[in-house]
């Protein structure tokens, strides 16, 4: 446990996590505590501990944790750009079945805006292993956006983390490229499947980094593929794809298609949990593939007519 | 110090802050001379720091949550040597680490950035509890405005500290009656405010904010002996100190003329 070695390390709750931190608290007495249903007070308190030296980390839903505290995350936070780590569970829909109150989709626009901040979406339990222990030895703000409990382990070994660098999970040698960031990443691999039954041999990068965006990777798969997709549970606007769109709209030339997808600029209304609500919005790998298809199939007409 | 340097003291930082408005052209005037009293009796009477190591582990904490008063502060500060007074001079202007409102780290001495209001108490209980953690047996001292208890961060943060018994912190309000645009107590139902801290858990006092006496004894009382945070409602004048300043809410940001620093500091006896 990072907090044996590090004496330092604080751990404030935001009245969630039932019985998650019973072995914390026994191990740690004295350094827990439930700060109760008071998100921008935790934020604060935080601030404060990590000014006198501490390393608080804040935990609670995604939601909570990050937009409604988001003027203490600014102020106490990354004014003073204090190595807090915020802690989100819930990232996009995995709440799906608890309303659109409990959906995450604009927390990495809104974290990724705010000057100093890190935003780290991990795509499995073991990126978020890697991704907690950098984000310590980092300092500095960091928001690490979790999914929910259970989600597929995608790593068999452990990989080489760093943050703001791209891991390439399945390599690709023809023309697709997909970005995932955080926990749709069991969905890009579905889609990485199904292209494969087309013929697409494409290639899947977690994008665990949102800020600072892995510029080195970006310019190689812009520069080597025909298609790059980023695919997160998150807003079209503001995320990785938005990040993605506004890194390229800098760049002087470039040989792919951008495609992105994630969620719509709108709430999700209606019961149901997060495999409908995926759906719905059309973060589902049969979609995306067929998407793909579709939009590569029109660039080998183009590409065929131009000859 | 004898009461009559005291005394003496708060005369020329409210001068100070007069001419730093003027010569800036900041706002804010009536907030910061509301406050004057309350720092100095902090800076001089009470809080164990010392100017030439601001950042010795084992000092008392002040965060000056209403950051609107930062002239107060700032002026607060150089007098009690933790910077030169010749620093006070650039308030304002471009490229000076004085701004308007405390930036992070922007002068030795100054513990929180503040400006948006409600952030001061959050922060100080980090501190206090911080301290508890590392067994530094530190203070924190933390004013707001009445204004700031309109913000619900402030009933947050108040719940936790009693919750947690931290008797090494104390809030000071600086009731003057007055927020931006209107009385403080019309806008809001702040009172009774005593009782709303004192039904929040804390050890409640109210003080004349400006009889350096009553501020003293007052402060002595922390840490608490019943184990409570500490809060002290300092009954104070919006724009203490300059007569046609006094009570009249203009001041919140108006920016006095050359004239008029002039009649200010002779009234304070600074001519």
Known sequence: MLARVDQRIILLSGDIGNKLFDPFKEQFPGRFFNCGVAEANMTSMAAGMAICGLRPVTYTIASFVTVRCLEQIR????????????????????????????HSCEDIAMMRVLPNMTVVCPGDAVEVRLALRAAFKRGGPVYIRLGKKNEPIIHKDEPDFQIGKGIIIREGHTKVCLLSTGNVLPVVLETANILATQGIDAQVVSMH?????????????????????????????????????????????????????????????????QKTARQSVGID?????????KRKQGNSHKNAKGK | MQINEIEALTRRIRGKIVEMSNKSQAAHLGSALSCVDILVALYWNIMAIDPLKPCEPQRDRFILSKGHAAMALFATLALRGFFPESLLDTF?????????????????????????????????????????????????????????????????????ASAHHLDNMCVIVDFNKWQATGRSCEIMALEPLA?????????????????????????????????????????????????????????????????????????????
């Not at chain 2, 300059?242 to 050359?258: A, G, K, L, Q």
């Open chain 1, 75 to 102: 102020i106490d936070i990354c004014y003073h750009n204090l190595p807090v780590i915020i802690v989100g569970v819930g990232a996009g829909l995995s709440y799906a079945e608890l309303g659109a109150t409990h």
């Open chain 1, 209 to 273: 980094t949102v800020k600072p965006l892995d510029e080195g990777l970006l310019k190689n798969v812009f520069s080597q593929f025909e298609i790059v997709a980023t695919i997160e549970e998150h807003s079209l606007i503001g995320g990785l794809g938005g990040s993605v769109a506004e890194w390229l709209s800098d760049q002087r030339s470039r040989k792919a298609d951008l495609l992105r997808f994630g969620a719509k600029d709108e709430f999700i209304h209606g019961a149901g949990k």
């Open chain 1, 285 to 293: 790998a049969e979609i995306i593939a067929r998407e793909i298809f």
């Open chain 2, 92 to 160: 304002g202007s471009v490229g000076s680490c004085l701004e308007e409102h405390p930036s992070p780290g922007c002068a030795p001495g100054v513990e929180a950035a503040a400006g948006s209001l409600g952030h001061g108490i959050g922060i100080g209980i980090g501190m206090a509890l911080a301290g508890r953690i590392q067994q530094i047996p530190y203070r924190v001292f933390i004013t707001i405005s009445d204004g700031e208890c309109d913000e619900g961060s402030t009933w947050e943060a108040a719940m936790f």
């Open chain 2, 195 to 271: 009782e709303k801290w004192r039904s929040f858990g804390w050890s409640a006092y109210e003080v004349n904010g400006h009889d350096m006496n009553e501020l003293t004894s007052c402060l002595r009382n922390i840490p608490d002996h019943k184990g409570k945070p500490v809060a002290i409602i300092a009954h104070t004048i919006k724009g203490k100190g300059v007569s046609f300043m006094e009570d009249d809410n203009n001041w919140h940001y108006r920016i006095p003329t050359e004239k008029e620093v002039l009649l200010a500091k002779r009234e304070l006896e600074l001519l």
